[in-house]
């Protein structure tokens, strides 16, 4: 005998990047990558580090994500397109962690959200994005986006409050109480910069708006700061502050991402981190719920993505590749990262052919921060906001919503207004459990109604056993929601003294459990009775497993048969044989 080699199935991974040189890349292809890259690369750099200080996190640590994770996720995922880096979807849940764990503790729990996803990834559970309804993501990102316009404020404003916490009523409160020391030089900063950022678009000029925005703000804020006494624009130099290789400085370290383990870094009281089982069982939850938005944000952006190019992506490699990406870019300060929606559409737009502008796009942002990091110091904090509010503008799909609302179904808008209060006053993961757990509700409830069991007492093609047989028309499928009903129909039979029981199942398009311990009664009695059960129509599938649950065929008692003439011939062979 032959001994046969056990064959060991590796997971699909880097099917993206691997499609793209079997395909053939060309230098043509290049020039439109890195055209596209950095365009993107202008975008990320004021993107990654307006959302990590969103987040709750120094700047620096959203440009190291846009470096490493975005290089990494795609060479390694399953979409052509995507571009990884940091993403307004998150900001809700990581600014909660960061809060009561330290930026030590938001990096672990970005590494344990990595290892989900790579195991989701390699149990081949990138088609669940199927199972999130529309309406729960209209829902739940929308109000992601009311919560990130409303962090914003302050710095928009220029509010001298306490920090807000991750409570949306309590927020408003710091904020509406704090008004009256807005600073008017960064609300007027901010303002010009919003107007700006609104404006841009229209004068069709091949600079990114967000590029433009900020430099020009930082210029405005500038001038306003060393012309006019007590202005106070506050900036990210004046900020924030960083301390690497002996060396002490003010904005960014114009140094690029080295290792560093997530636990030397500080913990909710400024202290390195410190590991323990408590630590870890703690952020289970938390991880779970990066896992879980990061899935559905990739997905989703990766079918976008197919969309806009014809294309299809590998949804299993998609999700190991956002995995490596966040278990790898924590060790280098980066924090979580999943495809961005907007950022993968601009690249598109701009001409890209394949993974390599999203690397392109991460060797940019690096350069940025090792040639240019004094002077996104210059950057107005007020500025960012104004940024932020656009993000937030274009996250809400307000048009979608609207029209949604308008248009839709009245469960499908209870649902998305559910799911947008539960994201407001609770959190987004809440809000997806309970928008999804509706719409199955729903759906069992619309398939409850699908669901029809007629009676036919005298079948037209029964010809003269018409009197001996009844024949049960079963349309729809037979789960749990109709079993009892269906069942409570079929036992009916039992007072119309036939001798026959056919059930015509060619309509049926599933069966469940609860509906074949139901046929186990029925058949129960009609075997008491001494009558007969005849099964039309079934496919295979069914019949196996009405056979594993002890419904076989008994000669002259109980068969299945493949159509209604068939059916017919049996029933006399076995009336025949009564009598």
Known sequence: MQNKKAIIKIPPIATGIIETFRKGYSFSDFKHDALAGLTIGTVAVPLSMALAIATGVPPEHGLYTAIVAGALIALTGGSKFNISGPTAAFVVILFPIVKDYGIGGLLLATIMAGIILLLMGISKMGQLIRFVPYPVVLGFTAGIAIIIA?????????????????????NLGIIFSSLGTINPYEMGVGLFTLILLIMWPKFKIPLPAPLVGLIVGGIVAYFINNSVNGADIKTIASSFTWHANGIDGNGIPPIPPSLVMPWALPGPDGQ???????????????????????????????????ELTDTKHNPNAELIGQGLGNIIAPLFGGITATAAIARTATSIRSGARSPIAAIIHSIFVLLAVVLFASLLGYVPMASLGA?????????????????????????DVSILLICFGLTIVFDMVIAVAVGVALSAVLFIRSMTHASKTSMIENHPELDEITNEV?????NGPLFFGVAERTIASFKSYDNLHKKILILDMKDVISIDGTTISGLQSIKKQIFNNKQSLIFVGASTEMILALKRAGLYKIKGRLTYCSDFKYARDIAKKWLNDLS
Request: with cysteine; proline share 5%.
């Open 150 to 170: 409303i962090l914003q404020i302050p710095d928009f404003l220029g509010l001298r409050t306490e920090k807000l916490g991750d409570d949306f009523l309590s």
């Open 272 to 306: 390195p981190l410190v590991i323990s089982f408590k630590l870890i069982h703690a952020l289970i939850g938390p991880a779970f719920a990066i896992a879980t938005l990061g899935a559905i944000e990739s997905l989703l952006c990766a079918v976008i993505a197919d």
């Open 387 to 411: 940024l932020l509010f656009i993000v937030a503008w274009n996250m809400s799909e307000a048009k979608h919503c609207i029209k949604t609302i308008k248009t839709s179904p009245r469960s």
């Open 470 to 474: 009844v024949v049960f028309d079963i």
